[in-house]
Nanobody, 129 residues
Framework: QVQLVESGGGLVQPGGSLRLSCAAA????????IGWFRQAPGKNREGVGC?????????YYADSVKGRFTISRDNAEKTVYLLMNNLKPEDTAVYYC?????????????????????WGQGTQVTVSS
């Protein structure tokens, strides 16, 4: 049974940091890309970034988070991380990770939500003073 479980969300002050985790189970996570998405209240879900399969390792980010967010993976732990630095109030959202095919990790495709077949339940991130 394919499962993706996010954790690590919470309340943080502007300028602070959080690290989200996406634990994968039930499939060979090394062979898949993992995308991060978020949905703020009243807004559509949007792409945050993506990391390719273990043999690829490429990363892509939305312009709004480039330079502040970093995606990495620990293959032994079957976990993908989203490190978020210099958080801003506009980063407040529910954050989701999702499984995508290995070839979704390209600049022209990583943000296409239709390419991802399994999604986690989400974790809330609130940036506020």
């Amino acid at each position: 049974q394919v499962q993706l479980v996010e954790s690590g969300g919470g309340l943080v002050q502007p300028g602070g940091s959080l690290r989200l985790s996406c634990a994968a189970a039930g499939f060979p996570s090394d062979d898949y890309a993992i995308g991060w998405f978020r949905q703020a209240p009243g807004k559509n879900r949007e792409g945050v970034g993506c990391i390719g399969s273990s043999t690829d390792g490429s990363t892509y980010y939305a312009d709004s988070v480039k330079g502040r967010f970093t995606i990495s993976r620990d293959n032994a732990e079957k976990t993908v991380y989203l490190l978020m630095n210099n958080l801003k109030p506009e980063d407040t959202a529910v954050y989701y990770c999702a499984r995508g095919p290995w070839d979704v990790a390209r600049a022209s495709l990583w943000y296409a939500q239709r390419e991802y077949d399994y999604w986690g339940q989400g974790t809330q991130v609130t940036v506020s003073s």
